[in-house]
Each structure stands twice: as structure tokens, then as C-alpha cells.
């Protein structure tokens, strides 16, 4: 089974926000690390995704996947 995550940065909770030097709200870097990894894998499956606190905490990536039917 495939979970799509679809997330709005405004509704990110506020563990998933932090404070730049400017005071602006900027993205966690827990967040940060995710979605740069979802860029550069490019093309896969995140079967498993762990939120604690509102912050990604680990994820499970299907490396292979075999079809032996039509």
C-alpha cells in the first residue's frame, strides 16, 4: 500500500517551524532533510514514514520491487 503525503507548509505544526535570525518562521530541518531526500531519490516509495512531535522522525524506502505476473 502506497501513502501519498500531501502537506501544506502554513499548516506545518509549530515543532515543524523554527525561528531564523530575521525572526521569519523558516522549515525544520527535519523536514528539510525529508523533502531533499524525496528529491534525490527522483523516483521510489517511502513505505513507511514516522512522525513524532510533528517531525519526521524515520522513513522506510522500498529499494525493489519484483513482479513475476503480467
Request: charged letters at 25%; one cysteine or more.
Amino acid at each position: 500500500m502506497a501513502v501519498v503525503l500531501k502537506t501544506n507548509v502554513a499548516s506545518l505544526t509549530k515543532a515543524s517551524r523554527v525561528q531564523d535570525q530575521s525572526n521569519a518562521s523558516v522549515l525544520h530541518p527535519a523536514w528539510d532533510r525529508l523533502i531533499r531526500y524525496c528529491a534525490e531519490l527522483g523516483y521510489g516509495e517511502i513505505e513507511k514514514l514516522k512522525i513524532q512531535d510533528g517531525l519526521p522522525m524515520l522513513a522506510e524506502v522500498t529499494t525493489r520491487k519484483i513482479k513475476f505476473s503480467t
